[in-house]
């Protein structure tokens, strides 16, 4: 019996030339295919004619699907997973999968290629030594403000992925915690026939945006610019008296937020300077 195998294989997010030969080869070969969405893979396996049986393993069902996919790799049958596009579990249902099927001692082999993320940060020419990948942000707005605010001095390249239906609420939000000047690339539909990047500080992408309503159509990668790191060490000598008192009682964005308002110093210098007290 062969050994079983649980291959991650990734398809294209837009353009099916990007589907690689040893993709189409696995998804053949396997006795199953694991799809987030059946009806949705059943188009693209009818254009590279695939007819291996497919399942459908989704947010609501991932841990129920579980016993019977171990059942089958047990059996030394070698099952396929696959998302919508792209690669799978980047925002999309499959690790609890993933993590049973490897600590029931097998093998779990990953068939590269399509990933948005990737894709966009390759476009962008923004900073990639160092980037973050936030997902998708929440859909209701104070829940959304919350997260942006917890990444305002954050200095590595911040990765999202939206919708069209809130591209535009989420700049906003974002114009209104990192300000007007922060550049932001705009990846959307990429691969696709309306393919667009665009990049330009978040005041004047929103003014383009809003002047285009087909830029707001589509799936979009957004990509913000990390915060510039700043120089605490020109700080005003009396704003870190009143930041090291208030870092004794509060946590560190909290006193942060409270010291900038006492003092008129800018937030962002603020928290990094708590950050460089609390890793001393």
Known sequence: MSEAVLYIVATPIGNLADMTPRAVEVLQSVSLIAAEDTRHSGRLMAHFNIK??????????????????????????????????????????????????????????????????????????????????????????????????????????????????????????????????????????????????????????LEWMHADSNQQKGEFVVLVQGAPAPDTDTLDPEALRVLDLLLEELPVKQAAALASKITGVKKNALYQAALDRRDA
Do not use: W
């Open 52 to 205: 291996t049986p497919m399942i459908s393993v989704h947010d609501h069902n991932e841990r129920q699907r579980i016993e019977r996919i171990l059942q089958q790799l047990g059996l030394g049958e070698s099952i396929a997973l696959i998302s919508d596009a792209g690669t799978p579990l980047i925002s999309d249902p499959g690790f609890v999968l993933v993590r049973a099927v490897r600590e029931a001692g097998f093998r779990v082999v990953p068939v590269p290629g399509c990933s948005a993320l990737v894709a966009a940060l390759s476009v962008a020419g923004l900073p990639s030594d160092r980037f973050v990948f936030e997902g998708f942000l929440a859909a209701r707005a104070g829940a959304r403000r919350q997260h942006l605010e917890a990444l305002v001095a954050e200095p590595r390249t911040l990765v999202f992925y939206e919708s069209p239906h809130r591209i535009l609420a989420s700049l906003e939000d974002m114009q209104a915690c990192f300000g007007p000047e922060r550049f932001v690339v705009v990846a959307r539909e990429l691969t696709k026939t309306f393919e667009t990047v665009q990049g330009a500080p978040l005041g004047e992408l």
